[in-house]
């Protein structure tokens, strides 16, 4: 089941964790650009899944600085942590068809298995202790064409082993939720960071399982450190600044493969993006990820 019939609809999903960064402005402007270059709508979702991970404030923050860069999502924003009783929904689903199981492994038990859980649990049930839940994977090839990057395909069995939809906290994970969300937005096309390539047949296979569609996905190259690594809110790679968004937005829009010397005569947010949203073009977007400059900030 597919998307390719429907009516453009694609998101912009960060985690509250700290401020936007310049590859999370990369990220949500490459979003919105295809979104509004495809005549569709584009949308915000807070994926505030991780307690302990998250940051006063900083969603909050997050929805102003895209404000700041004229990135406004045009429904009203989606929380995830008012969505658990959907993920138990699936996970209870999941179960129903034997395709979700309890487990007890610990790291230090996966790590006898070259860290996979392969088929089997290796610790046995703990009445004692709280399992995770873990998706069944069968020995299969998944795949799927990417946009940008072209043919992408895993064997999960392998490179990834049976995976943890329910953490043992209790916190839904990442994978199971996005699928959710995603069908119930009825998103059409995920554009993000190509870090998250690897994850995709993971949720493909959900979405396989759940019996929801599976959308277009186009990965964007990386914004990384000068030591190669991707900047990271954890990493405190400096915010991009909202009181003075051009400078910002013009570096994000040429990281894209966008024109900016053609525009450097317009002097407001407003019109620089729609300039970029009509030429805004897939064969543009690099394929490989760069190096950008991260000792100042980006004003």
């Known amino acids: 089941m597919n998307t390719d019939s429907l009516p453009y609809r694609g998101r912009f999903a960060p985690s509250p964790t700290g401020a936007l960064h310049f590859g999370s402005l990369v990220a949500a402007l490459g979003s919105w650009l295809r979104a509004r270059h495809c005549g569709g709508s584009w949308i915000v979702r807070i994926e505030d899944l991780d307690p302990p991970r998250e940051v006063p404030g900083a969603a909050q923050q997050q929805i102003a600085t895209l404000a700041a860069f004229g990135l406004v999502s045009d429904e009203p924003v989606l929380w995830q942590h008012e ?9 209870a689903q999941l179960v129903e068809q034997n395709q979700a199981f309890a487990c007890w492994c610990s790291r230090s038990d996966l790590e006898r298995n070259q860290g996979l859980h392969r088929g089997s649990c290796i610790a046995t049930a703990d ?15 998944v795949g799927f064409d990417d946009l940008v990057l072209g043919r992408y395909e895993q064997r999960l069995a392998t490179e990834v082993g049976d995976f943890v939809i329910r953490r043992v906290e209790g916190y839904f994970a990442y994978q199971l939720a996005v699928v959710v969300d995603d069908a119930a937005q009825a998103i059409t096309e995920v554009v993000r960071g190509a870090d998250l390539l690897d994850s995709t047949p993971r949720q493909i296979l959900l979405q396989r399982y759940l019996g929801l569609p599976t959308p277009r996905y186009l990965h964007l190259p990386l914004a990384l450190d000068c030591a190669g690594r991707k900047l990271s809110k954890q990493d405190s ?19 894209l493969g966008l024109p900016t010397e053609r525009w450097r005569h317009i002097g407001a947010v407003a019109p620089l993006l729609h ?3 009509a030429a805004f073009e897939l064969r543009a977007i ?3 990820s760069s190096i950008v400059q991260t000792h100042h900030r980006l004003s």
């Open 286 to 288: 690099p394929r490989s």
């Open 83 to 91: 969505r658990h009783a959907a993920y138990a929904a699936a996970l």
């Open 237 to 255: 790679a400096l915010p991009v600044r909202g009181d003075d968004p051009l400078p910002a937005l013009r570096s994000a829009l040429a990281f």
């Open 127 to 141: 009445a004692q202790r709280t399992p995770a839940w873990r998706l069944r994977v069968p020995d299969t090839i």
């Open 275 to 277: 300039a970029a949203a």
